[in-house]
């Protein structure tokens, strides 16, 4: 990755994945990594992580090694056409049909 790359940190909750998501969730966040990689936008990379720890944020982005605020990643991704919330919705769209294809769903 590059260090003018901007890498988001989205981290998956368990539950997402029903009622045994817990059991689930670090296969998914591996199966799904490469998937969501190769629909990335170039100017960004998405890294899926499993979410434990609910006093870590969902998003976190982060920039030549430094953790952004969410007023300079809301700046970053202006510059780059979109918000943080489309493409977290874009995100979560390919996530659901994941974990459809994950658990053999289709």
């Not at 890294?47 to 953790?67: H, I, S």
Request: net charge negative; glycine share 6%.
């Amino acid at each position: 990755m590059s260090n003018l790359q901007l890498a988001v940190i989205y981290r998956v909750e368990p539950g997402c994945l029903g009622p045994e998501g817990a059991a689930h969730i670090e296969g998914f966040c591996q199966f799904a990594q490469p998937l969501v990689a190769a629909h990335t936008p170039a100017f960004m990379q998405w890294q899926l992580q499993p979410r434990f720890d609910k006093k870590l944020p969902e998003m976190q982005c982060v920039l030549a090694g430094k953790n952004l605020t969410a007023e300079q990643a809301e700046r970053y991704f202006s510059l780059q056409g979109t918000t943080a919330d489309d493409l977290e919705e874009q995100l979560n769209f390919q996530l659901t049909h994941l974990i459809d294809q994950y658990f053999g769903r289709w």
